[in-house]
């Protein structure tokens, strides 16, 4: 059987707040109460489980969760994070506030969950054999 992920755990402020913000910005189904987890699951069949009772809250660590979707839902999530207001930026490291990339002839775009320790990123083109500029930098 080869490898396949199956599902990861992300430690957050708010489970359920993040769950259901991302089921939110994707359009999918509501979030399931897993037991201590709060999971959505991508089309492709990986559970995202949110956890928030594990870490201290001063020591949650930043994850970062990158979703690959079609032109047409980008359009539809960037209308969902218009409605709102939802700060977003074109670059891993939030220095272009308010704006897309263009990596790799697609688009991007990242966010944070509502209690800021989970970046969040859309993309409609998957990273190329080689860094862009920017993650040379």
């Known amino acids: 059987m080869p490898n396949e992920l199956n599902h990861v755990i992300v430690h957050v402020k708010d489970r359920r707040e993040t769950g259901e913000f991302l089921s939110w910005l994707m359009d999918t189904a509501a ?4 037991g ?38 980008f359009d539809a999530i960037l209308g969902r994070i218009g409605e709102r207001d939802v700060p977003f930026w074109a670059d891993p490291m939030l220095k272009q506030p308010g704006e897309i990339n263009h990596e790799y002839g697609g688009r991007g775009v990242y966010l944070k969950d509502p209690g800021g320790t989970c970046a969040v990123e859309f993309m409609t083109t998957p990273y190329g054999d080689e860094p862009s500029d920017r993650a040379r930098a």
Not at 31 to 34: A, D, F, N, R, V
Not at 38 to 67: E, K, L, Y
């Open 31 to 34: 979030p399931l109460e897993w």
């Open 36 to 73: 201590r987890f709060t999971q959505i699951t991508s089309s492709n069949g990986v559970g995202i489980d949110f956890i928030d009772d594990m870490v201290p809250t001063g020591d949650i660590n930043r994850s970062h969760i990158a979703f690959l979707v079609t032109d047409e839902e």
